[in-house]
């Protein structure tokens, strides 16, 4: 493994477990592409959140409108062959060298840290979807370019991007005391005015059995998009199927810690541990294997549809 994947690999080791454990599912030459394209939005998710691999707090000059600016500019020199010397960019360069990747992926993704940066709020269930899409769906998308499916591939990066969207809506159940409490919420105002939260006063305690009524909402949505999702995994090959299924299967199961906690979901973590994720894992090769047997996919009639 050379310096620049060597690097990458200890980036995504040190960020994500979840994925690092799916991530070692792929074939070799995928696993390499996924940590390239991890090691690039991770850059760009703790550049906007002043964060170093998620965690802690740095200080930064810039705003957040000036440091999505600089990471939209950094992007574009690097989507034209011209790189600067920092190794999340130069991740992006080979694995857009290598995969063709279309810049309006990578584009869209840095939207999403736009609509942070500009404090966004989110008033139905198509603006949060939205949301996450441009954080997680394209990054769906471009994940399933790096497990070789075609960049005009339609039907299948749909699917890509109903994965994503699932995650994210996982996460958001999972995190919304948390982002609370740094002054965001992602959950449709609508849905908190139906269940008599008013504005500002998410967090508060005396809202948490209402709240759950709205996170488990947001689970029931990650579960369609879950679904759909299953069914594109027809196009992949196996070691890339399975990888998905597997990363599928541990961020439903964390929706559902959610919903199965009620009004107590907040008061820890919601997550798996490493033994439920090793049996996700074996659930997710037998799925794997019986993927071409799925049938026709269903329709996505009412699912969001990419821009």
């Not at 990458?8 to 040190?14: D, G, K, Q, W």
């Not at 390499?32 to 930064?60: I, N, P």
């Not at 749909?158 to 919420?185: C, H, P, T």
């Not at 005015?193 to 909402?217: F, K, N, Q, T």
Request: aromatic letters at 8%; proline letters at 6%; a positive charge.
């Amino acid at each position: 493994m050379d310096a620049l994947l060597t690097t990458a690999a200890e980036t995504i080791a040190r960020g994500s477990r979840s994925f690092a454990l799916a991530a070692r599912l792929f074939d070799t030459a995928t696993r390499a592409r996924a940590l390239l394209l991890y090691a690039w939005c991770r850059h760009c998710d703790d550049v906007v959140d002043e964060q170093v691999l998620g965690m802690g707090f740095v200080a930064r000059a810039a705003s957040p409108d000036a440091r999505v600016d600089a990471l939209r500019d950094d992007t574009l020199r690097t989507l034209a062959g011209r790189p600067p010397n920092v190794m999340a960019f130069q991740a992006l360069a080979r694995f857009a060298d290598e995969t063709g990747l279309p810049p309006r992926y990578p584009l869209a993704h840095l939207a999403g840290f736009a609509m942070d940066a500009a404090d966004r709020r989110y008033r139905t269930l198509h603006d949060t979807l939205d949301y996450s899409y441009h954080v997680a769906g394209v990054v769906g998308v471009m994940m399933a370019i790096a497990m070789g499916v075609a960049p005009d591939d339609g039907p299948t990066l749909e699917r890509a991007s109903d994965l994503g969207l699932a995650f994210q809506l996982a996460n958001i159940a999972r995190d919304v005391v948390e982002d609370a409490a740094r002054g965001r919420s992602y959950l449709p105002d609508e849905w908190l005015a139906d269940a008599d939260i008013p504005p500002g006063e998410l967090a508060r305690p005396v809202h948490r059995a209402a709240l759950a009524g709205v996170a488990a909402r947001l689970v029931d949505e990650a579960a369609r998009y879950r679904a759909s999702a299953r069914h594109g995994t027809a196009a992949l090959p196996f070691h890339s199927a399975w990888a998905v299924l597997a990363a599928g299967g541990i961020y439903g199961a964390i929706g559902e810690k959610v919903r199965a906690a009620g009004a107590r979901a907040w008061h820890v973590r919601q997550s798996t541990s490493r033994w439920e994720k090793l049996r996700l894992i074996a659930v997710a090769r037998g799925h794997a294997a019986r993927r071409l047997s799925l049938g026709p996919p269903p329709s996505r009639a009412g699912l969001w549809t990419m821009p």
